[in-house]
């Protein structure tokens, strides 16, 4: 089997999320927006998709770097078609970035999936056939009734637990929200979500990396005092002596990371090597796709360390479900205003769907299992 054409089409729908100034989501009235299709077709016919932004498909960067590393070659050898797209990031990053590799990478497991007549979770190990989600919350607002105080994130978790969730993941305020960050507002979001809940569901807090080292103990020592389960990204991640100072000086609070830091798998590698955090963070969209992500939870399991997955969507679900030392889905972002459950207008069906008992089953759609409507994104192209 060989790859004859890779394509993609941009194409138009509505999203009800708004973006403040510094590019946090939050509820909004419904507005036009734009997705991508990207696509690799086989000389059989196969196909593999990936739904990615708009800029990820540049023409520029499809014919100077994707299609000269794809068309001709064996769909089969994904991670061997990674590399060969990789090693342009050298001199080229700022073209080729990480979410163009994860695009190709998605991609090629959906074809390889659907060529072998098997879901991707099970071609990467099938360990879990159904895995327990974890609400992950929006940041916080000023929108009354919604996220923009402790007590609104209390009520809206106590719905998240009624409605089968037995993990709950806080995103506090953030810029530009008036005040944010602020270590004690969202200390009191945390205790508020822990008296409410109880003490028999699991809790998290993303700071999203705005604190101080002080900040950052502070908060964390609170967190202990909570059971919170874990922590991810209170500080920057470019300095990682940074987090294997916070790591040693929290006893009784995981330290989750890092998310958001270059360098894939190799960074991952060095962050536990050197005691920097005690869970490691993957994400098909923050490490360059599957093949990245298998090796960072694969390199976790040798020492005995959980694996927890970034973000929603069929490839990080994937993931959670091939591997053996993934907790966790992170399913959002959620909030009391939006309607997770409803398809996108290029949906026939969400990518994790959830039952009520809180967990995402897998399916056994061949290739990634999302479901499209390829008419809809075909009557819609721009």
């Given at each position: 089997m060989r790859i004859e054409t890779v394509t993609a089409k941009v194409f138009r729908h509505s999203s009800t999320i708004a973006r403040d100034s510094d590019g946090h989501g939050h509820p909004g009235p419904a507005v036009p927006a734009s997705s991508a299709l990207f696509t690799i077709t086989s000389y059989t016919g196969v196909q593999g998709h990936a739904l990615t932004r708009a800029p990820d498909v540049d023409p520029a960067v499809l014919d100077r770097f994707v299609r000269p590393n794809l068309i001709g070659q064996d769909p089969l050898r994904a991670d061997k078609l990674w590399y060969g797209i990789y090693k342009w990031q050298r001199l080229s990053g700022g073209l080729l970035t990480d979410r163009v590799l994860a695009m190709v990478d998605l991609a090629l497991w959906d074809l390889i999936g659907k060529a072998s007549g098997q879901p991707v979770w099970k071609l990467l190990g099938g360990h879990k056939d159904k895995v327990p989600a974890y609400a992950s919350t929006m940041c916080g607002d000023d929108l009354p009734g919604g996220l923009a105080t402790p007590d609104d994130y209390a009520r809206?978790?106590?719905?998240?637990?009624?409605?089968?969730?037995?993990?709950?993941?806080?995103?506090?305020?953030?810029?530009?929200?008036?005040?944010?960050?602020?270590?004690?507002?969202?200390?009191?979001?945390?205790?508020?979500?822990?008296?409410?809940?109880?003490?028999?569901?699991?809790?998290?807090?993303?700071?999203?990396?705005?604190?101080?080292?002080?900040?950052?103990?502070?908060?964390?020592?609170?967190?202990?005092?909570?059971?919170f389960l874990w922590m991810e990204e209170p500080m920057e991640e470019a300095s990682m002596s940074s987090y294997q100072w916070l790591s040693s000086n929290l006893t009784r609070l995981n330290i989750l990371g890092p998310e958001t830091a270059a360098g894939k798998h190799w960074t991952r590698g060095e962050w536990v090597r050197n005691g920097a955090c005690d869970m490691v963070r993957t994400g098909v969209w923050d490490v360059g796709g599957i093949n990245p992500s298998l090796k960072i939870a694969h390199?976790?399991?040798?020492?005995?360390?959980?694996?927890?997955?970034?973000?929603?969507?069929?490839?990080?679900?994937?993931?959670?479900?091939?591997?053996?030392?993934?907790?966790?889905?992170?399913?959002?972002?959620?909030?009391?205003?939006?309607?997770?459950?409803?398809?996108?207008?290029?949906?026939?069906?969400?990518?994790?769907?959830?039952?009520?008992?809180?967990?995402?089953?897998?399916?056994?759609?061949?290739?990634?299992?999302?479901?499209?409507?390829?008419?809809?994104?075909?009557?819609?192209?721009?």
């Open positions: 809206y978790a106590e719905w998240l637990v009624q409605r089968g969730y037995k993990a709950i993941k806080l995103h506090g305020w953030m810029p530009p929200m008036p005040g944010a960050p602020d270590v004690r507002k969202d200390a009191a979001a945390c205790a508020a979500v822990r008296e409410a809940v109880g003490p028999d569901i699991r809790l998290m807090l993303d700071p999203h990396h705005f604190y101080s080292r002080s900040d950052a103990l502070w908060l964390g020592q609170r967190l202990e005092a909570l059971d390199m976790a399991e040798c020492f005995h360390i959980s694996c927890e997955v970034h973000g929603t969507g069929a490839g990080n679900l994937a993931v959670a479900a091939g591997v053996p030392n993934c907790t966790y889905y992170e399913r959002g972002l959620l909030h009391p205003f939006l309607d997770y459950e409803a398809p996108k207008e290029y949906q026939l069906r969400i990518d994790d769907e959830m039952d009520s008992d809180g967990y995402v089953n897998l399916r056994d759609m061949p290739g990634l299992g999302q479901d499209l409507d390829f008419d809809y994104i075909d009557a819609n192209l721009i």
